[in-house]
């Protein structure tokens, strides 16, 4: 559970809590994805910071920790840009920690990313209807990334003491790997993502090594209860293990690892700042010429194109919506936002092509010579014009088919600088957990979907600002940086700190 106080953190909160509770450890992040990547443009290299809420958490963590973060270098200037130890200084503009890069051949990344990373543990992990494939090449590809990934991380500590956060499923092996050579290490990981019942879990034909890989860690993180439940009770039913439901700990070989939620999260005050400018306003008035909003209600949705968020449910109840209430044909738009993402794969090609069909469906058999009911936006979005859209909108779906969180409607619910607007949130995110004001759907009822998307559009504004002010709270104090502080303050608590 999150033991630090409920009162507003932010940026200098978080480094000071790093600055005094780290003592002369080093601290070390582990993710697949590295917070600054060097391309080259024209013979010239560029450091960007892609944008990420995980990154912003971490670094105050990392600025105050002067630490290390380790991850795989995947810009064409990647290379170019580190020294004989593979170590870059970061951010490039003021130096205060280093990212150690490692490298992997495109087999690599086809096997250990693509393959077993997300075809086999990410719909494993989801139960979204689509079956993981699970290769034994994948797999062994897997289990070599971990192991190079755990050989950099030995590397940068030497003989230190040292404090491990290691992020998400990419690296289910990598902690057990790291405590063997060093038991001595205090070594936490954050799983982004669900995790799913035993007898899903089981169809994996690798359970024992998973569940034992992850028992590597002294502290390991999921966003909500539930997920910390399936994932003890796979621990309980897959391995030699004991339970201890007090502490909330699973026992290996004597050696315990708590299990508990963190519930991930945005960062709510600079979301509303940008929300509030010019700049903002301007792309704001643009899209509303470019919509032709003038006298419309509009609704957005904006997600990865992923099978797991269920865009096609929503697209059916948007049908079943413009069926069942012929006058707001004409009335009501709808923006689909998002980029495609991980196109190597095809089940993300399969989706990527129902959707569009399903569009392209919609406004065959309701557009009019001056209205279109869904308006595909596949062109990348500049984050200025993605919160326009998110302060444009009088509602905001997100139906997920099973979500570990979703950051989408925590964001929607940022923008709203005049506190109204609806969000339509499917039951099946871990968002649902903390915002029971939002309109909670079942993605698969969809004549109850479409009935709620009426009600979306007809709720009274002294209701949206009830609901919408009760989110604002929530969201505003549980900020990212709180996220941050929970998980940083219980792993230095388990590092004696
Ligand atoms: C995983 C878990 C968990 C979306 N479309 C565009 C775009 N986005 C941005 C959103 C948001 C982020 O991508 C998506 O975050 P989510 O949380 O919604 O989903 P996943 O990517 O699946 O993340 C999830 C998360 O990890 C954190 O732990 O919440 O449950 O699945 O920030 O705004 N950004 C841009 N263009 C787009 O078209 N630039």
Request: aromatic letters at 10%.
């Amino acid at each position: 559970m999150i033991e630090i106080d409920g009162t507003r953190w932010d940026k200098d909160r978080l480094y000071k809590l790093v600055e005094e509770r780290l003592g002369g450890r080093l601290f070390l992040v582990v993710s697949n994805r590295e917070p600054y990547i060097h391309t080259l443009s024209d013979g010239k290299l560029v450091c960007h910071r892609p944008v990420s809420g995980l990154t912003e958490a971490l670094d105050p963590v990392m600025r105050a920790s002067k630490g290390r973060w380790i991850a795989y270098g995947s810009g064409d200037g990647d290379r170019q840009a580190v020294d004989a130890h593979n170590r870059v200084a970061v951010p490039p503009e003021k130096p205060e920690y280093s990212l150690r890069r490692v490298w992997l051949t495109d087999e690599e990344v086809r096997g250990f990313y693509l393959g077993f990373s997300n075809e086999a543990l990410w719909p494993l992990c989801h139960v979204a209807s689509t079956a993981p494939v699970f290769r034994d090449s994948d797999w062994e590809h897997y289990k070599r990334a971990n192991r190079i990934f755990a050989e950099a991380v030995l590397d940068e500590i030497g003989d230190k003491e040292a404090v491990v956060l290691v992020q998400d499923y990419h690296f289910a092996l990598l902690s057990r790997l790291l405590k063997e050579q060093k038991p001595d290490l205090t070594v936490g990981q954050f799983w982004h993502i669900p995790w799913p019942a035993y007898d899903i879990f089981r169809t994996c034909p690798w359970p024992e090594e998973i569940l034992d890989g992850l028992l590597g860690n002294d502290l390991l993180g999921f966003h909500i209860r539930p997920f910390c439940l399936n994932f003890m009770e796979s621990a309980k039913l897959g391995l030699e293990t004991r339970l201890d439901m007090e502490r909330s700990a699973v026992i290996r070989r004597g050696r315990p690892t708590i299990v508990e939620p963190f519930p991930i999260s945005v960062d709510f005050d600079a979301i509303h700042r940008q929300a509030s400018t010019e700049e903002v306003e301007r792309k704001m008035a643009a899209l509303r010429r470019e919509l032709d909003l003038e006298g419309k209600c509009l609704g957005i949705g904006m997600d990865r194109v992923d099978y797991t968020k269920g865009i096609p449910h929503r697209l059916q109840a948007l049908d079943r919506f413009f069926e069942d209430n012929p006058r707001y044909r004409g009335k009501v738009v709808f923006v689909q936002a998002g980029m495609p993402s991980r196109t190597e794969i095809d089940s993300y090609r399969y989706i990527g092509q129902r959707i569009e069909d399903l569009m392209t469906g919609l406004n065959r058999k309701y557009a009019t010579d001056s209205w279109q009911p869904v308006v595909p936006m596949t062109r990348q979005l500049s984050p200025d014009e993605l919160t326009a859209l998110r302060r444009l909108a009088d509602f905001c779906i997100v139906s997920s088919l099973h979500d570990g969180m979703n950051l989408v409607a925590k964001e929607y619910i940022a923008s709203r600088t005049e506190e109204d607007g609806v969000l339509l949130l499917s039951r099946f995110t871990g968002a649902a957990v903390e915002l029971p004001e939002a309109l909670l759907i079942n993605p698969f009822a969809t004549a109850d979907f479409a009935g709620k998307i009426k009600q979306a559009i007809e709720m009274p504004l002294e209701e949206q600002q009830r609901r919408m002010k009760a989110m604002q709270r929530t969201v505003a104090e549980n900020n990212i940086y709180r996220w941050g502080a929970a998980i940083v303050s219980r792993l230095m608590s388990l590092a004696g700190g």
